[in-house]
Nanobody, 126 residues
Framework: VQLQASGGGLVQAGGSLRLSCTAS????????MGWFRQAPGKEREFVAA????????YYTDSMRGRLTISRDNAKNTVTLQMNSLKPEDTAVYYC????????????????????WGQGTQVTVSS
C-alpha cells in the first residue's frame, strides 16, 4: 500500500489543522492506522492511532484533548484533526499502516507499523 499524507501548513498558535492520509493499492480497512511526528533534532514520536474498525482510538498524552482521529474506509482515508496547536507541535507528521495482524487494536509502537507515508510539515508560529 502507498500512503499519502497531506494537510500540513503554517498556522498560528491556537489554530487548527486537519491532516489526511490517503491509501492507494489496497483497501485501508485492512490496516490499523497511526500518526507519528518528528521535530528537528528529536526522535520520532507517536501521536494517534485508530483500529481497523474505528472503534478503538489512542492519543499521545501531550496532545490529548486536542486531537481527533477518524477513518472513512469507503474513501480510503484517515483524518487527524488537530486543535489548539502549540509551537511545540511543529514537526513533520507521518501516517503509517499496520498489516501484520488482523486484530482490531491500536498501538503506539513505531516498529509495529509496516508502511509509512512521506510526511507533511506542520509549523505552528507563536
Amino acid at each position: 500500500v502507498q500512503l499519502q499524507a497531506s494537510g500540513g501548513g503554517l498556522v498560528q498558535a491556537g489554530g487548527s489543522l486537519r491532516l489526511s492520509c490517503t491509501a492507494s493499492g489496497r483497501t485501508l480497512s485492512t490496516y490499523m492506522m497511526g500518526w507519528f511526528r518528528q521535530a528537528p533534532g528529536k526522535e520520532r514520536e507517536f501521536v494517534a492511532a485508530i483500529s481497523r474498525s474505528g472503534i478503538y482510538k489512542y492519543y499521545t498524552d501531550s496532545m490529548r484533548g486536542r486531537l481527533t482521529i477518524s477513518r472513512d474506509n469507503a474513501k480510503n482515508t484517515v483524518t487527524l484533526q488537530m486543535n489548539s496547536l502549540k509551537p511545540e507541535d511543529t514537526a513533520v507528521y507521518y501516517c503509517a499502516a499496520e498489516q501484520k495482524t488482523n486484530s482490531d487494536y491500536v498501538s503506539r509502537g513505531g516498529s509495529v507499523y509496516d508502511f509509512w507515508g512521506q510526511g507533511t510539515q506542520v509549523t505552528v508560529s507563536s
